[in-house]
C-alpha cells in the first residue's frame, strides 16, 4: 500500500488521516490539518472563530451503525425464502442485530455527559466481528448457490 502512495506523491501521515475521514472516523482538527495542509492552531482559531462544533460521538457513532444495518438488511433481503440456509442465515442475522443493538445503547450512553466515551478499540473489534460475519455468510451462499448450479455436487 506504501508504495502506491509513493507513486501518487500522497505523504503517509496524509494518506492515513485521508482514510480515517473517509471511513467515517471523527474529524478533529488533527485530522483535517493533516488533509488540509493548514496548521492545527490556524485551524483552531478558525474553527473558535466561526463557532465549529464538531459532532457529538453518539451522532457519528449512530451514522455507522446506520451503515452496518444496511448490510445487515442486504442479507435479510438476499434470503429469498431458502430454506436450505434458513436457520443459520436467521441465527446469524439475529445475532448480528443484537450486535447493533448493544452499539445503539452505547451510543445513548454517550448522550448522558456523565457516561464515558465509547472505547474506539472494543467498537473496532465489534464492527470487525460483523464484517467477518457478514463474509461469512456470503461465502457460505455462495458455496450453496455454486453446489446447486453444479446438480448438487461438491466443486472440485
Given at each position: 500500500m506504501g508504495?502506491?502512495?509513493?507513486?501518487?506523491?500522497?505523504?503517509?501521515?496524509?494518506?492515513?488521516a485521508?482514510?480515517?475521514?473517509?471511513?467515517?472516523?471523527?474529524?478533529?482538527?488533527?485530522?483535517?490539518?493533516?488533509?488540509?495542509?493548514q496548521?492545527?492552531?490556524?485551524?483552531?482559531?478558525?474553527?473558535?472563530?466561526?463557532?465549529?462544533?464538531?459532532?457529538p460521538?453518539?451522532?457519528?457513532?449512530?451514522?455507522?451503525?446506520a451503515a452496518?444495518?444496511?448490510?445487515?438488511?442486504?442479507?435479510?433481503?438476499?434470503?429469498d425464502?431458502?430454506?436450505?440456509?434458513?436457520?443459520?442465515?436467521?441465527?446469524?442475522?439475529?445475532?448480528?442485530?443484537?450486535?447493533?443493538?448493544?452499539l445503539?445503547?452505547?451510543?445513548?450512553?454517550?448522550?448522558?455527559?456523565?457516561?464515558?466515551?465509547?472505547?474506539?478499540?472494543?467498537?473496532?473489534?465489534?464492527?470487525a466481528?460483523?464484517?467477518?460475519?457478514?463474509?461469512?455468510?456470503?461465502?457460505?451462499?455462495?458455496?450453496?448457490?455454486?453446489?446447486?448450479a453444479?446438480?448438487?455436487?461438491?466443486?472440485?
Amino acid at each position: 500500500m506504501g508504495s502506491w502512495r509513493f507513486q501518487l506523491g500522497i505523504e503517509p501521515d496524509i494518506a492515513d488521516a485521508a482514510r480515517k475521514l473517509y471511513e467515517g472516523a471523527r474529524p478533529t482538527i488533527e485530522r483535517l490539518a493533516l488533509v488540509s495542509r493548514q496548521a492545527e492552531d490556524a485551524l483552531t482559531a478558525l474553527a473558535e472563530h466561526e463557532g465549529w462544533r464538531p459532532l457529538p460521538e453518539a451522532d457519528a457513532l449512530r451514522r455507522r451503525i446506520a451503515a452496518m444495518s444496511g448490510r445487515v438488511l442486504g442479507l435479510i433481503e438476499d434470503a429469498d425464502g431458502d430454506e436450505l440456509t434458513a436457520k443459520p442465515r436467521i441465527d446469524a442475522v439475529t445475532a448480528l442485530i443484537k450486535a447493533i443493538d448493544k452499539l445503539k445503547e452505547v451510543a445513548d450512553c454517550a448522550d448522558d455527559r456523565q457516561a464515558a466515551p465509547p472505547d474506539e478499540t472494543e467498537l473496532k473489534v465489534t464492527f470487525a466481528a460483523i464484517d467477518r460475519r457478514i463474509e461469512e455468510l456470503a461465502h457460505a451462499y455462495a458455496e450453496r448457490l455454486v453446489e446447486e448450479a453444479s446438480g448438487g455436487r461438491p466443486e472440485r
